[in-house]
């Protein structure tokens, strides 16, 4: 749960804050902690300032006061004057450390457990950048030795280029504190600086890992929040959203310039407490019959939490986790029903995961994303070993596979598993693998997501010419939803980027980009597998070259039983719906390309293909996966 604190007047240093320590400060300590405690606040925090000159007397009274009612201070800002040189390799840094261990001694005592280094005068590098940026992660590291031995870890504040020209912006301040390796070193967010240099909200969840603290004020003023003066109130509402969406568990701490230290103490924290509500139900009226369907809601109040699991309503438990600006659950419910569902942190089915793996399979050794339920293998997504990646072979969870990775094949051995080609990239062919071909190398893995209710991760990969020329950037996701081995969907997003000239995707019969090769067992030809699609299509002559929604390839192998594989086209792809290149030998690929013409992306710009593929156990009726595609289409989970 984040807990609400408040930084009291007195011994700041950020330009708008009360610089002068007070005569008495330990007893200004315990007045304004104590009245911040008494209108709701959770927390506290007050200034190095007030804290450094304490006499030994006053130190030992401050923690006899807090012995008898705990002031509740979190966190000790303004570590250091402005004109201290803790970057300067010439400076004396010994009173600097000394100041330091004085400090973190009065904390351990008080049960502090966070130091805010902003300091930005006194961190600054000045002119020997990289000298300097070496002397001050070096007294960082110093620093943090202290702290450890006293239970304290020290947490580095971005901010504004105004105040300081090191640790600006979250993703620079963040790296450099991976960078650091320590413990003891951690992370802070202070919106009004975020705000001060348009930080892109996004990057907040990039290192929630790292976050330990959270200061918060209005810009430009750095003003009480809410404060009518705000350039955008929306900002702070947005980052509250953002902490909440990751599972921030910490404490949020007004740091402003108070005109009114204690009337606008109460207003903020009414405020704070409005823009950082956590949604606790969700409601649903499906138009059609559900059956463990990935459903995109959004509460009518408040933000979905990030550590959200589960959905009940009735007495049955779903699958479900914070997704975009709501929860994704996976819902079973009837046509009408009204659903009021209460989220929840319990466990439920078989939530998937992803992990990178190393396999010698095929008799070579592989690179490859494993993603499973529990502990049965769903599918792999290879990154070497091959000419181009591809995701599978996809299984059940008795092992039985839908799809075909056969390296000793001479039959169109290109075709593996789920995976993505073109045949006519500026002339070159990626999709088949003879003379002269291009490749498709994985340069990237990033994005691995794992939760109650979904699991996903994207790649990079770069399209070359036989001879290592850059012909396209691919940039795909792959999603996989916690849902039972009677039904399991695949979501394939697929983002093409021409960052290296025009990129021209000619109209050739060998391409997809989706590209799926089954198991001969289901293949039509000599298998039991039948080809229908949306418009009531039946087999490869009226399946083939035609436009549909969806296609379809199901049957029923002996000794295995009920095996289908559908695909979804999306109506955000070029040409909706697209046309299928789907052979009775087991090919199942979307193409618009051959049969409606080939396409350029222009220099810089970007081109985005979706499908949904539902790899299932059970027959479908054609009414069933009607509906599942209109699922699909009309209440899409990625809606921006």
């Given amino acids: 749960m984040i807990q609400f604190s408040c930084c009291i007047p007195g011994g700041s240093l950020m330009p708008e804050g009360v610089r002068e320590v007070p005569d008495s400060p330990a007893g200004q300590i315990v007045e304004k902690c104590r009245y911040l405690l008494s209108v709701g606040f959770d927390k506290t925090e007050c200034a190095g300032g007030m804290l450094a000159d304490l006499t030994p007397e006053d130190a030992d009274w401050l923690v006899e006061e807090n012995a008898k009612s705990s002031l509740e201070l979190v966190a000790v800002n303004s570590l250091f004057p402005g004109d201290w040189r803790l970057a300067d390799p010439a400076a004396d840094h010994a009173p600097y450390y000394e100041r330091a261990v004085k400090l973190f001694t009065i904390m351990q005592r008080l049960g502090i457990p966070y130091a805010v280094f902003g300091s930005g005068a006194a961190r600054s590098l000045r002119e020997n950048r990289e000298e300097g940026y070496r002397t001050l992660t070096d007294f960082l590291g110093k620093m943090a030795s202290a702290a450890a031995e006293r239970g304290i870890t020290i947490v580095i504040e971005p901010l504004r280029k105004a105040e300081t020209d090191v640790f600006v912006t979250v993703p620079e301040t963040g790296e450099s504190v ?31 890992d790292l976050l330990r603290h959270c200061h918060i004020a209005e810009s430009p003023k750095r003003s009480a929040p809410g404060s009518e003066d705000s350039a955008d109130l929306s900002y702070n509402r947005r ?21 009114d230290f204690k009337a606008e103490a109460v207003s903020s924290l009414a405020y704070l407490k409005e823009i950082f509500a956590v949604a606790d139900t969700v409601t649903c009226t499906p138009a059609r019959d559900l059956v463990e369907e990935p459903v995109y809601l959004k509460p009518e109040r408040g933000t979905v939490s990030g550590d959200i699991t589960s959905a009940e ?22 046509k009408g029903e009204t659903l009021t569902l209460t989220l929840g942190r319990e466990k439920v089915g ?11 399979l095929y008799d070579r050794d592989i690179g490859a994303i494993d993603v499973r339920f529990g502990d049965k293998l769903f599918g792999s997504y290879v990154t070497g070993g091959f000419d181009k ?11 039985n596979v839908f799809t075909r990775v056969d390296p000793d094949t001479r039959e169109h051995p290109h075709q593996r598993s789920v995976f993505i080609g073109v045949g006519d990239v500026n002339g070159v062919d990626c999709w088949n693998e003879t003379p002269g071909h291009g490749c498709v190398r994985n340069q990237v893995i990033k994005n691995r997501k794992q939760a109650s209710a979904y699991a996903s991760f994207t790649v990079g ?8 020329k850059p012909l396209v950037y691919e940039v795909s996701t792959y999603t996989v939803y916690n849902q039972s081995d009677a039904c399991r969907a695949l979501d394939v997003e697929v983002t093409f980027q021409a960052n290296h000239g025009d990129v021209t995707f000619g109209p050739t019969k060998e391409a997809g980009p989706l590209g799926i090769r089954l198991r001969d067992e289901l293949r039509a030809d000599i298998g039991c597998g039948q080809l229908t699609n949306s418009w009531g299509g039946i087999g490869e002559g009226e399946c083939w070259s035609h436009a549909a929604e969806w296609c379809d390839y199901y049957g029923e192998p002996d000794g295995i039983g009920p095996m289908g594989v559908t695909v979804f086209d999306n109506e955000k792809n070029e040409r909706f719906p697209t046309a299928w290149h789907i052979r009775a030998y087991g090919l199942f690929a979307a193409n618009n390309l051959y049969f409606k013409g080939g396409l350029t992306i222009p220099a810089g710009e970007s081109l985005t293909y979706r499908f949904r593929i539902l790899f299932r156990r059970r027959p479908m009726s054609r009414e069933e996966i009607a509906d599942r595609f209109a699922m699909y289409t009309l209440h899409p989970i990625d809606a921006r």
């Fill in 461 to 468: 990969n770069c399209w070359t010419d036989a001879e290592g």
């Fill in 350 to 360: 078989q939530a998937p995961t992803v992990e990178i793996a190393g396999h010698h």
């Fill in 239 to 259: 980052f509250a959203a953002e902490l909440i969406k990751g599972g921030y568990q910490g404490a949020v701490s007004i740091e402003c310039g108070f005109r």
């Fill in 313 to 334: 309503a009735d007495g049955k438990l779903y699958p479900a986790s914070q997704w975009r600006d709501g929860v994704l659950v996976i819902l079973t419910a009837k």
């Fill in 389 to 399: 990646p591809f995701f599978g072979p996809v299984a059940d969870d008795q092992g």
């Fill in 178 to 208: 991976y960078a650091m390796d320590n413990e003891h070193i951690r992370l802070l967010y202070d919106a009004f600086h975020m705000a001060e240099e348009g930080t892109d909200l996004s990057c907040v969840r990039d290192y929630m």
